[in-house]
């Protein structure tokens, strides 16, 4: 590769949307996604966004335990500088060799130079980042070509797995080394199917060959395996002096079931097309990412239908509780007022007397009563504080039975999909809660803010246009009068009669004559005046009420589905979709 | 195995597999559920071998060469190794003639395994065991570790084979983890002939140690052997040891010690997945029992408060009926003012008033009186024994029941509250009705007699009644001397003294009433504790399956975590090690401890 060639500069479009993924990484809300998002992440950052694709072509030894990578490694580099033994297990650590480890890009790797002593590279290198990667200078190793030693992926050492996952995301060609007792693991064939069918490019090295023929036919039920043709196949025979590290191991080609003598490492420096491995390898990580985020964002979509979902059944059943709670306390006040203030307002001398007169008899009749009632019983309270009372004795015996079938409907329509969603809801909908759920709600409905001034216009309103279709208005006018005066008058002229001795009947008898008459008088106007102002208040009420119950009953599962910003994942999406012809075969072309 | 400790076995296995069902309902990950099932099938399928030929499986990872050595130890080639991998796809069985395979074959995944036959001898290797050449542990063919898998449940020892490569592999030693101490090992090392002595002694050390840590091995030594050089030199490096300890394996002695071990090791995983859940657990139970007791109090306090009020409004009622109970035992004038009511007042008045102008108006008025006030009694002891009257409606008692319960439920798990006796809510309301019937008929059959019996003592009695008697006995001196003397009394005096002794009587009847006013007030107190006596008996019963299926389900919890500790004590012998420390992070679940 010629280092003066212009190489494409890195699209602006994969800077964007790598900031967007690195965001999403923190908010995965389980490991499986968090996982994809990680990789997406390293493979935009470490490969597709650095800048020495011209001066570096990553080379990664990978391979099950004890397959002689460390060995492959050592006879490329031509020393003993990673530390490989019979028993394996060896190398625990990346470790690189170059020429010029200096024009390593930072955001690849953090390169740490180190001078190797007669034993090799020995030095007990601490776990850092991914990113971090001691490397050797080495002259003999070409241009281009960064070399690098990754420990085994399928022991349980630990750590091991993880380092040669994390050199995955950066190799632009793979050297795969496996011997005839692993060429058929299950956990050589999983860890790179994935990675190989995005399209990277790989050699295969099969050590331990019992033959050229064998080591032929594994290498090709291997490829098969892998579904994709390595770019050579190089064989090593069994070698006792190798294997105890006596003599360096040099794979030569091997070609339709012979050995040729090309090693290795000639075919690397001389038969290799650098640009064209590099092209190859920049788009299957491309290939990579879309396929990584297209998982993430399929399950991030089921995900947050099922959220929106659950967000909307909580809705549905607290709004049908605050509504029935808000019903179950509506005041009759509000309307008979209309109706009387409406009738006041009438134009015509003769009926204005005749309401004057009334209502001056409505009212003397209502002191009288409540004057000789106040002075044996404590006044009565206030219209909103009936109201309020009246709720809360709707509301107090059905709220555990509310929270149970919250609970459940919200369990059935998913919510138990999702160890998060499921734990938080039970314990938001915990049973130990509950007086903490009432206390909550108490204060609630204390603090509320009276809203009579707007439900009376409302039902001034209702009136005017029930008034406008009417014609037997004064038929109206001597009911809403009855509905009135009727209860004042009886009550008043009970508490007279028996001078203050049945204040409890005359109060009682007032109560019920009243909702009568007012029944009668709903019942009169037809139901859609009545409908109409039950909905409203249904919903002036309810409204609140929904609130009150949504942050005492779900606070934290209710702040969990609350639906998230758009922005923050739009990019994400905006991508794939630009992606996505080009995704179904591997090769995906950077958008402009 | 003695007789007593198999009889032991198979009734800890009844009352093991009994626990597990009570406690299916419990709120386990899934993968704990399945463990547990798995790990009980497995502890049945090891009490059933008891008695029966030693079954040893040959497990590894590909290529380590396990058909090479069940042809060496048999001394032909009844497997076919290979060089292709995987190579075994069908399980060879070598057992010996007599021992019937047939049950233990059945229902193997996978392809039928090859069964050979041979005669067994008391001294050479083949002693009777039945040796299995299993497929591999992990190459491309995952059908082959299910065939593994379901060999080595069958197996009670496992003899490892690995290769240099194969040692510290993930996938065999996750497969032989979830075997630790459940099966006998046996650990080799193949290939022998390929390593130098330097490295032999290193990876036996290293499989050693991987062993000890991750199956909990308690073995001696890592055989290192080349099955190939074998087939030629049966005395060739490693391998009269390793034929050594295959055949002591199946020695009776040793199978039944590794049986045991097998076995306790089952036990003890049970036991520690019970105990790892036993905390979120008691928990749990502890949120259910403490709304288990809110609702055995709320509930029933909730409907006394109803009955009570009610009660009250019928206090003057009961203090009427005391009234006339004590009347009834009281025989003579003061009784029968004592049970005067209102309408018998109203009509002796309306009597007296009449009485100057028309006797007989009088009479009429005074009987169509007592008829009245006798109706009217009638009336109020049926309303006070009919219970409908006394608890709420049935919407309102549903409210409640509903109220009382959701909190319970909601502390049960999902699983649980489907499973769980939960008291019905028609039943409860038809006890606490039979609670308060019972309640007031024996308030009218006992409790108001008794009552009435102390409350009406004969000094108070002959206060009230002596004086009108006497008076009665001087009107009547006084009318026998005016009939004699011929100055009779008049119709007037007569009606005087009959007012002044009725004005007599009405006084007692007023200072009686307010006497036992107090005493009716007692009774409604006596009725109301009764009551609530008997409301709380009525949720113990009906709270009962539920707390008793609590209970159970702790004891089972409690048994399954002591039940390596209880079958250690039944079942170890002199000659078995001491107990294996266990740590608490046990080597079952799969752990990714560091392995270098």
Known sequence: ?592 | MASEKIEFLAEEMDRLRTDRETLRSLPWPAEVQGELDRLVEDLEAQRLRVGRAAVLTLVGSTGAGKSTLLNALVGKAIAEPGESRPTTRQPVVYAPEDADVSEWLADLPGPAPRVERYRPSALGTWSGQIVIDAPDTNSVETSHRAVVQALAERSDVLVVLAHRQSVVEESTVRFLESFAQMRGLVLALGHGDRLSAANRRELAQQLESLARERFGWRGERVHVLSPLEALEDPQSQGWPEFCAELHSVAQAGQLRRIRRYNALGSAGRIAQWVARARPQLDGQWEALEREVAQATRDLPARVLEEVSRRLDLRQSDLETLLWDEVGRRWIGPGGLALRAGGMTSLGLGAGAWLARRNPLLAAGAAAGALVTSKWQSRQREQSVRGGEAWLPSPGEWTRWYEAALAPVRLAASTAEREAAPWPSGEELQAEFQAAVEDALSDLMDRELPGQAEQAARSPLRWAVDLPVYAFALWIIVRSAIGFYEGAYVGMDFLVNAALLAGAWLWLGRTVARRWLRSRAGRLVQWVRARIEARFAQVMDVALGPLQRRLTEQREAVHRMCRLEATWRAKLEEPGDSAPRDRVANGSDAPSSAPLS
Not at chain 1, 270 to 285: D, K, N, T, V, Y
Not at chain 1, 524 to 536: D, E, H, Y
Request: glycine fraction near 6%; hydrophobic fraction near 40%.
């Open chain 1, 1 to 592: 590769m010629d280092p003066s060639e212009p190489h494409p500069p890195v699209p602006p479009n994969l800077e964007s949307l790598w900031v967007c993924v690195e965001a999403r990484v923190a908010k995965a809300p389980n490991e499986t996604q968090r996982a994809r998002l990680r990789e997406a992440e390293a493979i935009l950052r470490r490969d597709l966004l650095t800048q020495d694709h011209a001066t570096h072509l990553v080379l990664g030894m990978l391979g099950p335990n004890n397959a002689g990578k460390s060995a492959v490694f050592n006879g490329l580099v031509g020393q003993n500088l990673s530390p490989s033994r019979a028993t394996g297990g060896a190398t625990r650590q990346l470790l690189g060799a170059c020429s010029q480890p200096d024009a390593i890009d930072r955001r690849r790797f953090q390169v740490r130079l180190v001078s190797p002593g007669p034993q090799g590279v020995t030095e007990v290198l601490s776990p850092g980042p991914p990113e971090s990667l001691p490397v050797v200078a080495v002259p003999h190793v070409q241009a281009p070509f960064l070399l690098i030693d990754a420990p085994d992926f399928d022991s349980v050492m630990e750590g091991h797995a993880q380092a040669a996952r994390d050199l995955l995301w950066v190799t632009d060609l793979a050297v795969l080394v496996v011997t005839r007792h692993s060429y058929q693991n299950l956990a050589v064939v999983e860890f790179l199917r994935d990675w190989l069918r995005a399209g990277h490019p790989y050699v295969l090295v099969y050590n331990e060959a019992a033959s050229a023929a064998t080591a032929s036919a594994h290498a090709e039920v291997l490829q098969q395996s892998f579904g994709q043709p390595a770019e050579a196949v190089f064989g090593a025979p069994w070698d006792e002096e190798v294997a105890n590290g006596r003599a360096p191991l040099l794979p030569r080609l091997l070609e339709a079931g012979h050995w040729r003598e090309e090693t290795l490492g000639a075919w690397l420096w001389q038969q290799l097309q650098p640009a064209a491995i590099q092209a190859r390898a920049r788009e299957a990580s491309l290939a990579t990412v879309h396929q990584r985020l297209s998982d993430w964002y399929r399950d991030f979509q089921s995900r947050e239908s099922l959220r929106g979902k659950l967000h909307g059944v909580a809705t549905q059943e607290l709004e049908a509780f605050a509504h029935e709670i808000a019903r179950s306390a509506m005041p009759m006040g509000p309307i008979l007022d209309a109706f009387r203030r409406v009738l006041d307002q009438r134009p015509g001398v003769w009926r204005q007397g005749y309401r004057k007169g009334l209502r001056w008899a409505g009212e003397g009749m209502q002191r009288l009563s409540r004057k000789l009632a106040g002075s044996l019983r404590p006044v009565p309270k206030s219209a909103p504080e009936q109201v309020r009372e009246a709720e809360w004795q709707a509301l107090e015996p059905k709220l555990a039975p509310t929270m149970e079938r919250l609970q459940q409907r919200l369990l059935s329509a998913g919510a138990a999909q999702d160890e998060l969603w499921s734990k938080l809801l039970q314990s938001d909908l915990a049973p130990s809660r509950l007086p903490a759920i009432r206390e909550q709600l108490q204060r609630d409905l204390e603090t509320s803010p009276e809203s009579w001034q707007e439900f009376s216009t409302y039902c001034e309103g209702l009136v005017e246009a029930e008034m406008a279709d009417r014609n037997n208005e004064w038929l109206l006018q001597i009911m809403v009068d009855l509905a009135h005066l009727l209860p004042a008058t009886v009550a008043a002229v009970i508490v007279v009669q028996t001078g203050g001795l049945m204040t409890d009947v005359a109060v009682g008898s007032m109560g019920a004559l009243s909702s009568m008459a007012t029944e009668r008088l709903s019942k009169f106007l037809g139901t859609q005046t009545a409908q109409a102002a039950r909905v409203k208040w249904a919903q002036m009420r309810g409204e609140p009420w929904r609130q009150w119950l949504w942050q005492a009953l779900l606070p934290e599962s209710g702040a969990a589905w609350a639906p998230p910003d758009s922005s923050q994942w739009a990019p994400i999406a905006t991508w794939l979709d630009q992606n996505s012809a080009q995704a179904g075969s591997h090769g995906i072309r950077e958008s402009s």
